[in-house]
């Protein structure tokens, strides 16, 4: 049985981790994090310490280690993006394995020094990258892998995930915090085509504002047109009349790709691959680190070239915009 804690414990993902360790036979021995509303923990964990300041939960962990002869063995990491470089750090420096959410860090360089870190204390970093391990998307990977080397796939990737004014207020409206939303939803979307398609050669931005973001990036084996959106006004007709606020779609040749299903236990696939030591790596989070940086800081075009047909659609007024 390994001893795990767990930092950002009353996030919206935080759960599917508690689970995880659950359901690998770990157990959770203690939790952070500053909002209490932390009840979801008893369904799993119930004698698990928790603590709402960081410096209590390091005396904690530093007591059981070294008072009560508890080993720590892996910190799992849910808390806000740009928090992730810090809360690894103290990971490794706990002689823990860290296992985080993706984006693993905003910046490219941030990698760099988290691998000396790896190299100095004999300990790794693990990234959960959740689409790696679904079905759909390994199933893919491989129909592309047999396929004809030398063809050049056309995609199509839409993703809208409707939010509410609040997303402003919070720190995913902080692009220094989440950096941006190509970062905050689509980090694992550009991982997972850079898996399958290759490396990267071209990487440009049509379109970047508040609640949008659309461009066009040239894969080795695709040409990817891509938008993403926080901002229900641009979810098709047919989505909104369901009631729904959610569209997701990739498109490979013109043809869709349903992974629609089968979300419920990546995560604890994740961990079984993690714990036998098979997990995704701090190298394998480049790329995509790379991809989210440079839309960060590029300079849009406008709507030249290959652009993605969403990203016509109209403007929208930032929600604390003064209205004259």
């Known amino acids: 049985m390994k001893n795990f804690a767990l930092i950002g414990a009353a996030g919206y993902i935080a759960p599917r981790h508690m689970k995880a360790i659950k359901e690998t036979g770990s157990n959770l021995i203690a939790a952070l994090d500053t ?20 410096e209590r939960f390091d005396r904690h962990i530093s007591k059981l280690q070294f008072e009560n002869k ?10 806000p993006n740009y928090l992730h470089d810090s809360h690894i750090r103290f990971a490794l420096r706990q002689g823990a394995d860290a296992i985080c959410e993706k984006p693993l860090v905003l910046n490219p360089w941030n990698i760099d020094s988290l691998k000396q870190i790896e190299k100095e204390t004999g300990n790794r970093i693990w990234n959960i990258l959740q689409l790696r391990v679904h079905p759909s998307i390994i199933a893919l990977k491989d129909k592309i892998a047999n396929g004809p080397k030398d063809k050049i796939y056309d995609v199509d990737l839409t993703y809208l995930t409707s939010r509410g004014h609040w997303y402003y207020t919070s720190w995913k409206g902080d692009n220094t915090k989440s950096g941006g939303i190509a970062t905050n939803i ?30 066009y990036l040239e894969l080795e084996r695709a040409r990817v047109r891509w938008f993403l959106s926080i901002n229900d006004e641009v ?20 043809e869709e790709l349903e992974f629609s299903e089968g979300f419920g236990d990546l995560h604890t696939t994740s961990y079984e691959e993690i714990l036998k030591g098979n997990g995704y790596g701090i190298e394998d989070a480049r ?7 440079n839309i960060r800081n590029s300079e849009p075009i406008g709507l030249k070239g290959d652009y993605h047909p969403f990203a016509k659609k109209a403007l929208s007024a930032h929600p604390f915009q003064k209205k004259n």
């Open 35 to 54: 909002f209490d509303s932390v009840g979801v923990i008893d369904s799993y964990f119930p004698n698990a310490d928790f603590f709402v300041e960081f």
């Open 70 to 79: 508890v080993q720590l063995d892996y910190v799992s990491i849910c808390t």
């Open 186 to 215: 689509g980090v694992h979307f550009y991982d997972m085509l850079s898996w399958i398609f290759g490396d990267v050669k071209e990487n440009v931005i049509h379109l970047h504002t508040h609640d949008r973001a659309s461009g």
């Open 287 to 293: 790329q995509a680190i790379e991809i989210v940086h």
């Open 235 to 254: 979810l098709p007709k047919e989505i909104v009349g369901k009631g729904q606020r959610t569209y997701r779609s990739i498109t490979i040749e013109g």
